[in-house]
C-alpha cells in the first residue's frame, strides 16, 4: 500500500538556523509529492509540488525540495528559518489513478528557539 | 478567488446526534474533496466528487457519513448519530481538472461529548 513517512514528530531549530525536514514515500511509480504547512487556526497551504522534470523544486516562503528516486525521499529544506516558519508540516504523495486523492504524512511540528 | 470556505468553522455536539458540515469550494474548481484529520495525524482522504458525481468514498466513510454535492458548487457532508470517535477536523479542498493542485479550506473543527 501507498504510505508516506515523516521520522520526525518534532524539531526545534534556533532562528536563523537552516532546516531540513524528512520524508519518505512508499508508491509503485513515481509519484507527485507535495509539501504542505498547516499553522495553529489556519488551512493547509501548498509549500511546493513536484510532478515531473527538475528534482530541485522552488517553493513559496524560501522553502525547497529535492527528489531522490534512488532513496524514495522528499525533503524539505530552509536554508535559515523565521520565527513564523513554526508550524506543522506534512508530506503528501498524490495518487493519480481515478481519484486523485492524497496520502498525507503524519506531520512534523517545528518549533522556533529565539 | 475568495479561497474554499467551510462552515461553521466549529461544532460541538452530543452523541447521537446529527451534524451537517459545508463546503464551499473555489469558484469553477470541478473537483472537490473532503478529508478527516484526528489530533497528530495527517488529513485522511474520505470522498471526492467531480461536479455533482461523487466518484469516490473511502473505507473510512461509514454509511453513518454521506456527502452530496447537489449543484456542482457548494458540498455538504452529514454524519448520522455521531460517535465520540468521529471528533476531528473535517477539511474541504477543491481543484480544477486540469490541474491538480488541491486548495484546501480552514476546516470544521467538530467535539462529540
Known amino acids: 500500500a501507498q504510505s508516506v513517512t515523516q521520522p520526525d514528530i518534532h524539531i526545534t531549530v534556533s532562528e536563523g538556523a537552516s532546516l531540513e525536514l524528512r520524508c519518505n514515500y512508499s508508491?509503485?511509480?513515481?509519484?507527485?509529492l507535495f509539501w504542505y504547512v498547516q499553522s495553529p487556526g489556519q488551512g493547509l497551504q501548498l509549500l511546493l509540488k513536484?510532478?515531473?522534470?527538475?528534482?530541485l523544486v522552488q517553493g513559496i516562503k524560501g522553502f525547497e525540495a529535492e527528489f531522490k528516486r534512488s532513496q524514495s525521499s522528499f525533503n524539505l529544506r530552509k536554508p535559515s528559518v523565521h520565527w513564523s516558519d513554526a508550524a506543522e508540516y506534512f508530506c503528501?504523495?498524490?495518487?493519480?489513478?481515478?481519484?486523485?486523492?492524497?496520502?498525507f504524512g503524519s506531520g512534523t511540528r517545528l518549533s522556533i528557539r529565539p | 478567488d475568495t479561497g474554499v470556505s467551510q462552515d461553521p468553522r466549529h461544532k460541538i455536539t452530543k452523541r447521537g446526534q446529527n451534524v451537517t458540515f459545508r463546503c464551499d469550494p473555489i469558484?469553477?474548481?470541478?473537483?472537490l474533496y473532503w478529508y478527516r484529520q484526528t489530533l497528530g495525524q495527517g488529513p485522511e482522504f474520505l470522498t471526492y466528487?467531480?461536479?455533482?458525481?461523487?466518484?469516490?468514498k473511502s473505507r473510512l466513510l461509514s454509511d453513518r457519513f454521506s456527502a452530496e454535492r447537489p449543484k456542482g458548487s457548494f458540498s455538504t457532508l452529514e454524519i448520522q448519530r455521531t460517535e465520540q470517535g468521529d471528533s476531528a477536523m473535517y477539511l474541504c479542498?477543491?481543484?480544477?481538472?486540469?490541474?491538480?493542485?488541491?486548495?484546501f479550506g480552514p476546516g470544521t473543527r467538530l467535539t462529540v461529548l
Open positions: 479542498a477543491s481543484s480544477r481538472i486540469e490541474n491538480d493542485e488541491q486548495f
Open positions: 508508491y509503485g511509480a513515481t509519484p507527485y
Open positions: 513536484y510532478f515531473s522534470g527538475d528534482t
Open positions: 503528501a504523495v498524490a495518487l493519480y489513478s481515478s481519484a486523485s486523492k492524497i496520502i
Open positions: 469558484s469553477e474548481h470541478n473537483r
Open positions: 466528487f467531480q461536479n455533482e458525481a461523487q466518484l469516490e
